[in-house]
């Protein structure tokens, strides 16, 4: 802003009175308001349109930024957070299929006495029979 002190002011007011005289003094002022008005508006709208530019500057950085967010692989993000160097992944597939080998193996094993064939039940008649009072065990 512009910074002036009262004796600045008031010499202004002195020279404006001498040059223009009292009798167009108040157009003069008039004139000089209404300039003073125009000058105002057109800054506040250059304003208004520099915050409009860097809003939408700010709105594509924004956007920008959702955009690289969503299209991130958060898996593979926490995966190198987590295993940098894939050690861990190797030796938890390791574990994995070597407990897969373990448990196909033991199913290989169990298998054939799966097949075996079981001796016939007794028959439900007899064995739902109840036992007779005084008949030998």
């Known amino acids: 802003m512009i910074d002036f002190s009262w004796s600045e002011i008031a010499v202004v007011i002195l020279v404006a009175v001498m040059v223009l005289g ?3 003094l108040p157009k003069a002022m008039s004139t000089m308001a209404q ?6 508006k057109m800054a506040g709208e250059f304003q208004g349109h520099l915050n409009e530019i860097v809003r939408e500057s700010e709105l594509d950085e924004v ?8 299209s991130t692989n958060v898996g593979s993000e ?21 407990a897969r080998n373990e448990i196909e193996s033991a199913a290989r094993i169990d298998s ?21 009072v005084g008949a030998p065990v």
């Open 35 to 40: 300039f003073m008005r125009k000058a105002r």
């Open 78 to 98: 926490v995966e190198k957070l987590i295993d940098p160097s894939g050690e861990f992944k190797r030796e938890l597939d390791e574990t994995i299929s070597t």
């Open 63 to 70: 956007k920008n930024a959702v955009t690289r967010v969503t």
């Open 22 to 24: 009292p009798k167009e």
């Open 112 to 132: 054939p006495a799966v097949n075996t064939p079981t001796p016939p039940a007794a028959s439900p008649a007899v064995s739902a029979l109840p036992p007779q």
